[in-house]
T-cell receptor, first 112, second 113 residues
Framework: EDQVTQSPEALRLQEGESSSLNCSYTVSGLRGLFWYRQDPGKGPEFLFTLYSAGEEKEKERLKATLTKKESFLHITAPKPEDSATYLCAVWVTSGGYQKVTFGTGTKLQVIP | GAVVSQHPSRVICKSGTSVKIECRSLDFQATTMFWYRQFPKQSLMLMATSNEGSKATYEQGVEKDKFLINHASLTLSTLTVTSAHPEDSSFYIC?????????FGQGTRLTVV
């Protein structure tokens, strides 16, 4: 069974204090790994897709990396507006069937 | 990025009635759409995967007759919650796959009274 685990569950940072969020996965047939940001009461907002181990992608203060077992979302010098829940999801295909499974998310709070 | 529009954003219905939620990909064709359910402070739980023109694939534990999914075109999928009950109250979100990415609708908050 596909498993996706995110840690920590919650993270509180001072503005400007860099940190990393972790997404560990155990799946077969990985097609890609997504990172999303979700604000309360809203649908997830797409951030990145990573396809293969060693791949990195950056967007503003965010950088996502991928290994064969986990992905990291690095947040450099975060600002209060970065406060949100960050979700990772694995996209798998098996015998023509595809599925996206989400982790439980990391709730990030950035304090001014 | 690509736009996925979900409607309605909020709906309140009486127990025993049915509710239809629409999910449209506005600027791309989505051969595959996913429907999720999210309980407060929990992650998204995949309910079903639908491919255009074929029957949806439901996840274990999801009642097919209760959550009817139709994916009649490359830009529209619908989720109908039939004979809704208070325990069906939740946040429902659709996702449409466009190329190598998956984009989400705004979500629908369903309250069954």
């Amino acid at each position: 069974e596909d498993q996706v685990t995110q840690s920590p569950e919650a993270l509180r940072l001072q503005e400007g204090e860099s940190s990393s969020l972790n997404c560990s996965y155990t799946v077969s047939g990985l097609r890609g790994l997504f990172w999303y940001r979700q604000d309360p009461g809203k649908g997830p907002e797409f951030l990145f897709t990573l396809y293969s181990a060693g791949e990195e992608k950056e967007k503003e203060r965010l950088k996502a990396t991928l290994t064969k077992k986990e992905s990291f979302l690095h947040i450099t010098a975060p600002k209060p507006e970065d406060s949100a829940t960050y979700l990772c999801a694995v996209w798998v295909t098996s015998g023509g069937y595809q599925k996206v499974t989400f982790g439980t998310g990391t709730k990030l709070q950035v304090i001014p | 990025g690509a736009v996925v529009s979900q409607h309605p954003s909020r709906v309140i219905c009486k127990s025993g009635t049915s509710v239809k939620i629409e999910c449209r990909s506005l600027d791309f064709q989505a051969t595959t759409m996913f429907w999720y359910r999210q309980f407060p402070k929990q992650s998204l739980m995949l309910m079903a995967t639908s491919n255009e023109g074929s029957k949806a694939t439901y996840e274990q534990g999801v009642e097919k007759d209760k959550f009817l999914i139709n994916h009649a075109s490359l830009t529209l999928s619908t989720l109908t919650v039939t004979s809704a009950h208070p325990e069906d109250s939740s946040f429902y979100i659709c996702s449409a796959r466009g190329g190598q990415q998956a984009f989400f609708g705004q979500g629908t908050r369903l309250t069954v009274v």
